[in-house]
């Protein structure tokens, strides 16, 4: 494999998953369109925001990311469940988790969805089925296994979708977790957003030049390495991993090459630091996730200017309350400091 | 001639380059090292200086490249190892732990260990309970471990030379909230020992015994205990494993009176570890039951709402300070500053990197 520089680098592969027979059309392609202009209009309005100095928490966005959250969970039922890392606001928000939620614990307020507790950094939405975000590398990822493992255990119908970056996958329990989850067959899929980076290290210099969905096939998984800004093809992989995961087949891992637009931590573009080029920066601009499916569903009919103004204009609504919401929320009460240290009994 | 002022963040990079300089054994490694921002200044420019041979970017894997960096000092090499936080190094905890605190041991003195592993203790800007911890205690508790928190730009830079001279494996920890404070730095080589505290103000009626961090804020309290007539002691430990007890109980045996700040948690803590050897050790001379600052057996909180009520400071020092003294005086107000609104940054220009 080369080196990944620019989009057309991608080389989609599979490693024993065929990508789905289901059809693609408007009603699945125009939600997910909706979803990741949601998800880059939450983060460009943090973005713009973040200056103000009342989010106190670091803040990881996923603009120009978009594409996997809104594909992988559009296969999501909602008794699914989905673990995720740092960079977790698209995750949360495309499994239908909590936007007021969300935004307020950025605020670092009482009506958080941790309560004020996590930050960005620490998002939960038990109803929306999205069990938690945490940003030391790849420790949810064994985590969503075991759900997926009491899962089993119970013959509950649940799927464990498991977010991380390329940087997760040098830490040794995602391999420990992948031989366990292909092991006992659980009903796991991994998703790796790989986005070329770990903070400003580039791929290159930390992992040899192969696909990280080749280490799959190592621990007798399926996987496949999907364009990562093309929502069609990481939803038509997405498709058969769920698949195999309801039916009791196994685990599988899709790897999604795409790219990160801001700086790693924080609201800024940082392409005065150097470590990327402004070259290889705009050709991945141009090949802007959301750009291309709006162009392409534009084209087959599934869209129309006015109904994306529609959305426009919903999601700009939304936004408004949910900061309203988050900034006119409380902060916690200082005798919440010692509370949740250990359960009450329950 | 005025001293030359460092930064504490330019003083480490300052020891690493000349370690660097000094011997072509020693190498530098760490996830972002050559990178742009250099993890916060202390390894910029390194990596163009010695080579990326020798300086050296890392994958994600911080348990597998502890051993790596042990095997390569095994053999001759003697890396120093950077995490960006303490947290992330709680991943190479086996290495660390079960390996390199005890190969020169557990084979009988025949093989050594000379690594070095710096971690970053972060605080504040809500980074929460995965990105501030303080668990240097973890490591005093290990035998075989060398433990610093120098808290002063010239302790760092010669505590650091000293951690890559030594042949057993050194934790560093610094803390990041002193990473832009200045003080007088030497030129050139020279070494700080590794176990040695250091009486940073004399005093005679109670003994401020902190490290890292907590010295800052102990420094304040001495300010503080001095404007209503109390003369405070102020004992930087630089080292937390081991204990400089000839200090500590040189000073307690003056003063009669302790209390120990630290910037982990209490429960089972460096602070605990400084008030149990002082009170076996001192018993005779102590005139109160000696006292800690130091963290809550809570976890960081992140909302800047909580995180302010969390970490102790000067106030808790010096109050802890007036108990030991029977003594109940209203301390001065610390001088407030109306543009803040939160304590949760070192000084109001800090809004990142963190
Ligand atoms: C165990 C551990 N090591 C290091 C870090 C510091 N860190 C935070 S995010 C990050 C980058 C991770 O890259 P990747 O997994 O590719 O995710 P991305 O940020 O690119 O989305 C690093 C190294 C960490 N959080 N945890
Ligand atoms: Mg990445």
Known sequence: ?346 | MTERQLKYFEAIHEATDLALGADENVLLMGLGVPGPTGIFGTTSGLQDKYGARRVIDIPSSENAMTGVALGAATRGKRPIMVHMRLDFAVLSLEPIVNQAAKWHYMYGGRVRAPLVIRMIIGRGWGQGPQHSQSLQAWFAHVPGLKVVMPSRPCDAKGMLLSAVQDDAPVIFLEHRWLYNLEGPVPDGVYSTPLEGASVLREGSDVTLAACSYMVIEAMRAAETLASVGISAEVIDLRSVAPLDMATLGKSVGRTGRLVAADTGHAECGVASEVVAAVTEQCFASLKAAPQRVALPPIPSPTSPALADLYYPGANEIAAKALQTLGRNDVLPEPPSDPGRRWRDTPDPSFTGPY
Request: aromatic share 8%.
């Open chain 1, 1 to 346: 494999m080369n080196r990944i520089r620019q989009p057309r680098d991608v080389e989609p592969r599979f490693f024993g998953l065929a990508p789905t027979q289901a059809s693609f059309e408007g009603a699945v392609a125009t939600a997910m369109f909706r979803e990741m202009l949601r998800i880059r209009r939450v983060e460009e309005r943090i973005g713009e925001r973040y200056a103000e100095q009342e989010m106190r928490c670091p803040t990881h966005l996923c603009i120009g990311q978009e594409a996997p959250s809104a594909a992988v969970c559009a296969h999501l039922r909602p008794q699914d469940l989905v673990f995720s890392n740092h960079r977790s606001h698209g995750h949360y928000l495309a499994k239908g988790a909590n936007l007021n939620a969300m935004i307020a614990e950025l605020y670092g307020r009482a009506t958080g969805c941790a309560a004020g507790k996590g930050g960005s950094q620490h998002l939960i939405d038990l109803d929306a089925g999205f069990m938690g975000s945490a940003p030391i590398l790849a420790s949810t990822i064994s985590v969503g296994v075991g759900a997926a493992w009491a899962a089993k255990l119970d013959g509950r119908d649940e799927v464990s979708a498991i977010f991380f970056g390329d940087g997760a996958t040098e830490e040794g329990t995602f391999h420990e977790a992948m031989n366990y989850a292909s092991v006992a067959c659980l009903p796991v899929v991994f998703v790796c957003e790989n986005n070329l980076y770990s903070v400003h290290s580039e791929l290159d210099i930390r992992q040899p030049p192969r696909p990280v969905a080749a280490l799959a096939p190592a621990h007798g998984m399926r996987a496949a390495v999907v364009d990562g800004n093309d929502v069609e093809a990481v939803w038509k992989a997405a498709g058969t991993a769920v698949a195999h995961a309801i039916l009791g087949e196994g685990p599988t891992l899709i790897e999604c090459v795409t790219y990160r637009w801001r700086e790693h931590c924080g609201p800024n573009e940082d392409l005065n630091l150097g470590y990327r080029s402004i070259d290889e920066f705009s050709q991945w601009q141009q090949d802007d996730p959301l750009e291309r499916s709006r162009s392409a569903f534009l084209a087959a009919g599934w869209l129309n200017e006015n109904v994306i103004s529609t959305m426009e204009q919903e999601i700009s609504e939304e936004l408004d309350s949910a900061f309203d919401f988050a900034i006119q929320s409380p902060f916690p009460d200082p005798r919440e400091l010692a509370t949740h240290v250990f359960p009450d009994p329950s």
